[in-house]
């Protein structure tokens, strides 16, 4: 797709999105897409480092941890829920700085292992220290209102969107993608690797202490420790692999995919969609690098190509 | 004192678990260049097969060694048929960065059919002699865990000697040594790497049979036992299974003093933290012999 025609069909998608509180008066709907929303803004989030810079990062889950930890702290205390969230985000990106010049020391599969043993450390941190239900108070609960968190999430997942899009042709999209591709050679040539690398990292955990912020005013009730749990890179990871690594639409079209596959199987078997979605993306890694957007883009060219065949003859 | 010392005496014995599940980590790794992060899936997978024996054949979970292990060697030769023997042709960082991504989606696929076969509930082998204790010097000694003790250091010893002595285990050690010098002198490597990967998941399926008699198992353990592994294999390093043994123990101390210092929930947190600061401290070095 060119920039133009994809920037179009973006903003129509999230105009037609918008309308809908307007339109649907059911709250399941609302609810299945706000899922799908959080579920563009982590994967998107996550891409950043792993799709762009190519880091594959297995602790994300802190960050949106830390994020929803923050946001609720404050949100509760009195803040203003917006205000909460950007204190969510930050610091998730200090959290951030402060240990990535040190994951980074880590290569390739080394960094994936590390950030896991990280995002682990984190989790069962806040298991211990905060190990009380979280639930809101009732006051809050009575004024509830599903739409506010919907446009909040349609919003967000928009910035990660247009983030994702921006970095694409931009010159630190090109050094993060010169870094993934071969760092040496992208250090030879001038880029710096490091400072790229936490750019990048900065962004992704931006978001994701964002989108931990959306969780925390979503949520009337959940354990603390919740959203640092390794699920939610997991589901990041996947939703990304499946749509297409390091493209702007692929997390999206893995995310509709995904959360319906995962919502409609939960009716009836619960955490079944793993055992399909874990298969898939073992087929992905051997057989289709480039995930859905690579099979749509591939699919398309069969179908020109047959169409000028039939042409010629 | 004592209940430090209690706990030490309760570290040592689950560290030879985690001493015998990183052997097989170990091994897979060292050989192939294969990260294999569903290694704790597969404990948990042979876990089951010991637990599924003694429900329904009554069959002893130390007798049962003798069926899982043959079962998880033959597993393993099709894991690898089917997916990790695909990696291996790659250069060494895609290879362990590949590896590592399949890993993962098996892991998940097999702790979802995990729980669509036996429900998400913690299951354990409890047998006649299950409540057994000795007491040594006013400490309890559990028979069933000082008894996978012993089983986990001949297991590893039976790895070494293996390694060391029998032919194919030499091709195994030169290969992992230098694949193409081992090419070269006529060895077969694709069977070797074959070989390696069969034992290693024949280790994780007798690791998951001591575990579910004198521990507990449930399709979530997986993930837990993989980071006991990793953590394992980067104190001890590469190379060595006794080593990797010893390497098991160490870590069930330091999490013994661990919990009796900052308290039980922070059991599993000093491991952890180790991993990082040692992979940190020596980013490259860390796997090289």
């Known amino acids: ?313 | 004192m004592t209940p430090l010392f209690q706990q030490l005496v309760l570290g040592l014995l689950i560290g030879g678990l985690y001493g015998l599940a990183a052997a097989g980590l170990s091994l897979v790794f060292g050989v192939l260049k294969v990260l294999n992060v569903a290694h704790g899936q597969l404990i948990m997978l042979g876990g089951y097969g010991a637990f599924w024996l003694f429900a329904l054949r009554g069959l002893d979970p130390f007798a049962s060694l003798a069926v899982v292990i043959p079962a998880a060697l033959v597993a393993g030769g099709v894991l690898y048929w089917t997916l990790f023997g695909w990696v291996v042709r790659a250069p060494e960082e895609t290879r362990v960065k590949n590896s590592l991504l399949i890993g993962f989606g098996l892991a998940l696929a097999l702790e979802a059919a995990a729980v669509r076969l036996w429900t998400a509930d913690e299951r354990s082998v409890t047998t006649g002699y299950a409540g057994a204790v000795l007491t040594v010097a006013g400490l309890a000694v559990p028979v069933v865990r000082l008894a996978s003790l012993a089983l986990a250091l001949a297991l590893c010893g039976g790895l070494h000697l293996v390694l060391a002595r029998w032919r194919w285990g030499r091709a195994i050690r030169a290969t992992a040594e230098d694949w193409e010098a081992a090419l070269m002198t006529g060895i077969d490597v694709r069977r070797a790497y074959l070989l390696a990967f069969a034992l290693g998941t024949a280790l994780a399926g007798a690791a998951g049979t001591l575990v579910s008699v004198g521990y507990s198992i449930s399709p979530s353990i997986g993930l837990e036992w993989t980071l006991k592994a990793l953590i394992v294999v980067v104190l001890a390093g590469l190379g060595s299974m006794l080593g990797t043994f010893v390497g098991g123990l160490v870590l069930g101390l330091a999490e013994a003093v661990s919990a009796t210092v900052f308290g039980g929930p922070y059991r599993e947190v000093v491991g952890l933290v180790v991993f990082f600061v040692v992979l940190v401290a020596r980013p490259r070095g860390l796997f090289v012999r």
């Not at chain 1, 609720?72 to 990535?100: H, K, Q, S």
């Not at chain 1, 921006?166 to 690797?193: F, H, P, Q, W, Y």
């Not at chain 1, 989108?211 to 420790?225: C, N």
């Not at chain 1, 639409?249 to 793993?274: N, S």
């Open chain 1, 1 to 313: 797709m060119t920039g133009r025609r994809s920037r179009a069909l973006g903003l129509a998608t999230a105009a037609a999105l918008a309308t809908v509180p307007l339109v649907v008066r059911r709250d399941d709907v609302l609810n299945f897409l706000f899922l799908v929303l959080l579920s563009v803004t982590l994967a998107e989030s996550w891409n950043i480092v792993a799709g762009y810079a190519g880091q594959v990062n297995l602790g994300h889950a802190a960050f949106f941890g830390l994020g929803a930890l923050t946001t609720r702290a404050l949100w509760i205390a009195g803040a203003p829920v917006l205000g909460a969230m950007v204190a969510g985000a930050a610091v998730a990106v200090g959290f951030a700085l402060l240990i990535g010049a040190a994951a980074f020391r880590l290569r390739g599969a080394y960094f994936a292992i590390g950030t896991l043993a990280l995002g682990e450390i984190l989790r069962i941190t806040v298991g211990n220290v905060r190990a009380e239900i979280s639930t809101l108070p009732a006051a809050t609960i009575a004024g509830y209102r599903l739409a506010h968190r919907y446009y909040l999430a349609l919003a967000l997942a928009a910035a990660a969107v247009a983030v994702v899009a921006a970095l694409g042709g931009s010159r630190l999209g090109l050094g993060m993608r010169a870094i993934r591709e071969d760092e040496e050679a992208a250090e030879a040539s001038g880029v710096g690797a490091l400072r790229l690398k936490l750019l990048a990292l900065a962004l992704s955990t931006a978001l994701a202490g964002l989108a931990g912020g959306l969780f925390a005013y979503y949520h009337i009730s959940y354990y603390p420790a919740h959203p640092f749990s390794p699920t939610w890179t997991f589901d990041a990871l996947l939703i990304t692999f499946i749509g297409g690594v390091g493209t702007v639409h692929g997390p999206v079209l893995g995310a509709v995919f995904y959360v319906f596959l995962k919502e409609y199987l939960a009716i009836r078997w619960v955490d079944f969609h793993l055992l399909i979605f874990g298969l898939l993306f073992v087929a992905i890694v051997l057989l289709l690098p480039g995930g859905l957007v690579e099979a749509a883009a591939r699919l398309g060219a069969l179908a020109r190509a047959r169409v000028l065949t039939a042409i010629r003859k």
